[in-house]
Protein backbone atom coordinates (compact mmCIF):
# COMPACT_ATOMS: atom_id res chain seq x y z
CA UNK A 1 0.00 0.00 0.00
CA UNK A 2 1.36 3.63 -0.93
CA UNK A 3 0.29 6.77 1.46
CA UNK A 4 0.56 9.96 -0.23
CA UNK A 5 0.60 12.86 2.41
CA UNK A 6 -0.26 15.95 1.42
CA UNK A 7 0.46 19.40 2.57
CA UNK A 8 -2.53 21.63 1.79
CA UNK A 9 -1.42 25.81 1.73
CA UNK A 10 1.52 25.82 -1.16
CA UNK A 11 0.12 22.11 -2.56
CA UNK A 12 -2.97 21.96 -3.25
CA UNK A 13 -4.46 25.30 -2.59
CA UNK A 14 -2.29 28.36 -3.58
CA UNK A 15 -3.50 32.04 -1.58
CA UNK A 16 -2.44 35.69 -1.88
CA UNK A 17 -1.06 36.47 1.03
CA UNK A 18 -3.36 34.77 2.95
CA UNK A 19 -2.47 35.94 6.50
CA UNK A 20 -1.27 39.65 5.87
CA UNK A 21 -4.21 40.05 3.89
CA UNK A 22 -6.44 38.99 6.81
CA UNK A 23 -4.99 40.42 9.26
CA UNK A 24 -5.06 43.56 7.56
CA UNK A 25 -8.53 43.12 6.22
CA UNK A 26 -9.72 42.45 10.19
CA UNK A 27 -8.08 46.17 11.08
CA UNK A 28 -9.40 47.67 8.14
CA UNK A 29 -13.07 46.61 9.06
CA UNK A 30 -12.78 48.51 12.67
CA UNK A 31 -10.79 51.05 11.21
CA UNK A 32 -12.49 52.03 7.55
CA UNK A 33 -10.28 55.23 7.22
CA UNK A 34 -6.89 52.74 7.58
CA UNK A 35 -5.10 52.85 4.23
CA UNK A 36 -4.03 50.32 2.23
CA UNK A 37 -0.27 52.16 2.05
CA UNK A 38 -0.64 50.30 5.99
CA UNK A 39 -0.60 47.05 4.37
CA UNK A 40 3.28 46.34 4.20
CA UNK A 41 3.59 47.08 7.65
CA UNK A 42 1.16 44.42 8.66
CA UNK A 43 2.65 42.12 6.09
CA UNK A 44 6.23 42.72 7.70
CA UNK A 45 5.36 42.13 11.05
CA UNK A 46 3.13 38.32 9.28
CA UNK A 47 6.35 36.70 8.48
CA UNK A 48 7.23 35.20 11.43
CA UNK A 49 5.28 34.70 14.92
CA UNK A 50 3.43 31.81 14.04
CA UNK A 51 4.21 28.62 15.21
CA UNK A 52 5.36 26.65 12.48
CA UNK A 53 8.29 29.41 12.49
CA UNK A 54 9.88 27.60 16.07
CA UNK A 55 9.07 23.93 14.82
CA UNK A 56 11.38 22.51 18.11
CA UNK A 57 9.35 24.26 20.42
CA UNK A 58 6.81 22.09 22.47
CA UNK A 59 3.54 23.21 21.38
CA UNK A 60 1.54 20.87 22.75
CA UNK A 61 -0.39 22.77 25.09
CA UNK A 62 -0.95 24.99 21.87
CA UNK A 63 -3.96 23.43 20.21
CA UNK A 64 -7.71 23.23 19.23
CA UNK A 65 -8.85 26.35 21.07
CA UNK A 66 -5.53 27.55 22.55
CA UNK A 67 -3.83 27.74 19.06
CA UNK A 68 -6.15 30.61 17.93
CA UNK A 69 -5.39 32.12 21.65
CA UNK A 70 -1.67 32.26 21.02
CA UNK A 71 -2.35 34.17 17.18
CA UNK A 72 -4.87 36.70 18.56
CA UNK A 73 -1.92 37.55 21.03
CA UNK A 74 0.08 37.49 18.10
CA UNK A 75 -1.81 39.87 15.78
CA UNK A 76 -2.58 42.35 18.83
CA UNK A 77 0.97 42.69 19.68
CA UNK A 78 1.86 43.01 16.02
CA UNK A 79 -0.96 45.83 15.15
CA UNK A 80 0.44 47.82 17.96
CA UNK A 81 3.76 47.53 17.09
CA UNK A 82 2.28 49.48 13.88
CA UNK A 83 0.95 52.33 16.35
CA UNK A 84 -2.57 50.75 16.46
CA UNK A 85 -4.49 52.06 19.51
CA UNK A 86 -4.02 48.32 22.09
CA UNK A 87 -7.73 48.85 22.56
CA UNK A 88 -8.83 48.66 18.54
CA UNK A 89 -5.83 46.08 18.35
CA UNK A 90 -8.30 43.61 20.58
CA UNK A 91 -10.97 44.14 18.43
CA UNK A 92 -9.26 43.14 14.99
CA UNK A 93 -7.18 40.41 16.37
CA UNK A 94 -10.39 38.55 17.07
CA UNK A 95 -11.51 38.88 13.61
CA UNK A 96 -8.93 37.63 12.00
CA UNK A 97 -10.39 33.54 12.50
CA UNK A 98 -13.39 34.08 10.27
CA UNK A 99 -11.21 35.73 7.66
CA UNK A 100 -9.26 33.07 7.13
CA UNK A 101 -11.84 30.59 6.99
CA UNK A 102 -13.59 32.60 4.27
CA UNK A 103 -12.78 29.59 1.41
CA UNK A 104 -12.87 32.38 -1.17
CA UNK A 105 -9.28 33.03 0.07
CA UNK A 106 -8.10 29.82 -1.11
CA UNK A 107 -7.78 28.60 -5.00
CA UNK A 108 -7.09 25.03 -6.25
CA UNK A 109 -4.76 23.80 -7.92
CA UNK A 110 -6.16 23.05 -11.35
CA UNK A 111 -5.18 19.71 -11.19
CA UNK A 112 -5.79 19.06 -7.68
CA UNK A 113 -9.25 17.18 -7.66
CA UNK A 114 -8.25 14.92 -10.62
CA UNK A 115 -5.26 13.89 -9.13
CA UNK A 116 -6.48 13.24 -5.39
CA UNK A 117 -9.42 11.64 -7.09
CA UNK A 118 -7.47 9.31 -9.43
CA UNK A 119 -4.82 8.70 -6.25
CA UNK A 120 -7.61 6.75 -4.89
CA UNK A 121 -8.94 5.22 -7.77
CA UNK A 122 -5.64 3.66 -8.19
CA UNK A 123 -5.82 2.03 -4.63
CA UNK A 124 -3.37 4.60 -2.71
CA UNK A 125 -4.37 6.66 0.64
CA UNK A 126 -4.69 10.51 0.89
CA UNK A 127 -3.33 11.57 4.29
CA UNK A 128 -3.61 15.57 4.53
CA UNK A 129 -0.59 16.59 6.73
CA UNK A 130 -0.05 20.13 7.28
CA UNK A 131 0.69 22.82 9.71
CA UNK A 132 -2.20 24.95 9.92
CA UNK A 133 -4.68 26.48 12.64
CA UNK A 134 -6.90 23.37 13.94
CA UNK A 135 -9.82 23.68 12.04
CA UNK A 136 -8.73 23.87 8.47
CA UNK A 137 -10.60 20.35 8.38
CA UNK A 138 -13.85 22.18 8.12
CA UNK A 139 -12.51 24.59 5.28
CA UNK A 140 -11.31 21.77 3.18
CA UNK A 141 -15.19 20.00 3.79
CA UNK A 142 -16.58 23.92 2.50
CA UNK A 143 -14.20 23.83 -0.31
CA UNK A 144 -15.77 20.00 -1.17
CA UNK A 145 -12.31 18.27 -0.56
CA UNK A 146 -13.15 15.75 2.46
CA UNK A 147 -14.95 12.85 0.36
CA UNK A 148 -10.89 12.49 -1.06
CA UNK A 149 -8.99 12.51 1.81
CA UNK A 150 -8.41 9.18 3.98
CA UNK A 151 -7.55 10.68 7.03
CA UNK A 152 -6.30 14.17 8.53
CA UNK A 153 -3.54 15.64 10.22
CA UNK A 154 -2.92 19.23 10.98
CA UNK A 155 -0.60 20.40 13.57
CA UNK A 156 -3.04 23.32 15.19
CA UNK A 157 -4.74 19.66 16.60
CA UNK A 158 -1.80 17.43 17.58
CA UNK A 159 0.68 19.84 18.79
CA UNK A 160 3.39 18.90 16.13
CA UNK A 161 4.46 21.08 13.31
CA UNK A 162 6.71 19.89 10.65
CA UNK A 163 9.68 19.37 10.02
CA UNK A 164 9.52 17.47 13.91
CA UNK A 165 9.68 13.86 13.45
CA UNK A 166 6.39 13.16 15.79
CA UNK A 167 4.03 14.62 13.19
CA UNK A 168 5.01 12.38 10.65
CA UNK A 169 5.36 9.66 12.72
CA UNK A 170 1.61 10.07 13.73
CA UNK A 171 1.18 9.57 10.17
CA UNK A 172 2.71 6.71 9.82
CA UNK A 173 0.84 5.20 12.61
CA UNK A 174 -2.04 5.40 10.77
CA UNK A 175 -0.76 2.80 8.09
CA UNK A 176 1.99 1.19 9.83
CA UNK A 177 2.96 -0.70 6.90
CA UNK A 178 2.75 1.37 3.88
CA UNK A 179 5.37 3.20 1.93
CA UNK A 180 4.73 6.89 2.63
CA UNK A 181 5.39 9.84 0.52
CA UNK A 182 5.49 13.36 1.42
CA UNK A 183 4.19 15.95 -1.44
CA UNK A 184 4.81 19.51 -0.47
CA UNK A 185 6.19 22.92 -1.76
CA UNK A 186 8.32 23.98 1.39
CA UNK A 187 12.01 22.75 1.23
CA UNK A 188 12.08 22.50 5.05
CA UNK A 189 8.62 21.69 5.96
CA UNK A 190 8.07 19.11 3.98
CA UNK A 191 11.17 17.25 2.19
CA UNK A 192 13.56 17.49 4.71
CA UNK A 193 10.85 16.98 7.19
CA UNK A 194 9.66 14.05 4.99
CA UNK A 195 12.76 12.77 4.53
CA UNK A 196 13.91 12.33 8.14
CA UNK A 197 11.22 10.63 8.86
CA UNK A 198 11.55 8.10 6.12
CA UNK A 199 9.77 9.37 3.37
CA UNK A 200 10.13 9.56 -0.61
CA UNK A 201 9.76 12.92 -1.03
CA UNK A 202 8.15 15.13 -3.36
CA UNK A 203 8.74 18.68 -3.79
CA UNK A 204 6.02 20.45 -6.10
CA UNK A 205 5.04 23.97 -7.91
CA UNK A 206 9.27 24.86 -6.99
CA UNK A 207 10.91 23.58 -9.99
CA UNK A 208 14.60 21.15 -9.30
CA UNK A 209 15.72 20.53 -5.56
CA UNK A 210 18.31 17.83 -5.19
CA UNK A 211 17.03 17.36 -2.11
CA UNK A 212 13.88 16.29 -3.00
CA UNK A 213 13.36 12.08 -4.51
CA UNK A 214 11.02 13.80 -7.25
CA UNK A 215 10.62 17.39 -8.64
CA UNK A 216 7.04 18.06 -10.16
CA UNK A 217 5.73 20.97 -11.91
CA UNK A 218 2.19 20.15 -11.41
CA UNK A 219 0.18 17.68 -8.98
CA UNK A 220 -0.90 15.14 -11.86
CA UNK A 221 2.60 13.84 -12.22
CA UNK A 222 2.28 12.33 -8.85
CA UNK A 223 0.23 10.02 -10.43
CA UNK A 224 3.64 8.69 -11.99
CA UNK A 225 4.55 7.55 -8.39
CA UNK A 226 1.60 4.88 -8.31
Known sequence: MKVFCWDFDGTITHSKSLWSRSVFEALKSVMPQIEDSFFPRIRAHMQSGFPWDTPDDDDCCCKDDAWWEFMEKHFTK????????????????????????????????????????????????????????????????????????????????????????????????????????????????????????????????????DQADYCFDNLISVLSLI
Open 78 to 209: SYIKCGIDPRIAEIASKKVHSLIRQTSRYTLYHDAVETLQEVRARGAINLLLSNNYPDLDEVIEELGLTPYFDDMIISGKVGYNKPRREIFELAKQKFPDAKYYMIGDNLTADILGGKQSGMTTVLVHKGFS
